[in-house]
């Protein structure tokens, strides 16, 4: 059996997004799904571009504030103590918006946890 307690805030935030971004699956040991806790202010966004998974299916809950959640039918508002859900191959680009009146902290995860999955979309390349 094996048990860990992960205080996040003991976890430095990667520096490769423009949010704030705590990757939680390393310090927690887990090996079958992603795990990352992401605080947005207005204007910020979550992922390094509008994307699609490949194979990993991926969900956002809300812990505080609303996620906006871009998509080709239309932009989802999540609200806290709310999941919004992906399935793979489905584009998806979350973000807080610039009008926005406070941060959203959301706990996103992704299983299987794979590398290089993400491919940009384009919704320009739907519309020719």
């Known amino acids: 059996m094996g048990y860990r307690v992960v ?7 990667s520096d490769d997004r423009d949010c704030e971004m705590r990757r939680l699956s390393e310090p927690a040991g887990l090996d079958n799904v992603a ?5 947005a202010e207005p204007g910020q966004e979550i992922p390094l571009a ?3 998974h490949e194979e990993q299916e991926e969900a956002f809950y809300v812990l505080s504030g ?3 959640v871009e998509t080709p039918e239309k932009t989802y508002e999540v609200g806290e103590n709310c999941l919004f859900a992906v399935d793979p191959r489905s584009p ?4 807080n918006p610039a009008d926005a009146d406070a941060a959203v902290s959301v706990l996103a995860l992704g299983a299987p946890p794979v590398s290089g999955d993400a491919v940009p979309y384009d919704p320009e390349d739907e519309e020719e």
């Open 50 to 52: 509008y994307h699609y």
């Open 92 to 95: 998806q680009r979350a973000y």
């Open 7 to 13: 205080d996040c805030e003991d976890v430095a935030p």
């Open 66 to 68: 609303t996620l906006s």
């Open 35 to 39: 795990l990352n806790r992401f605080r």
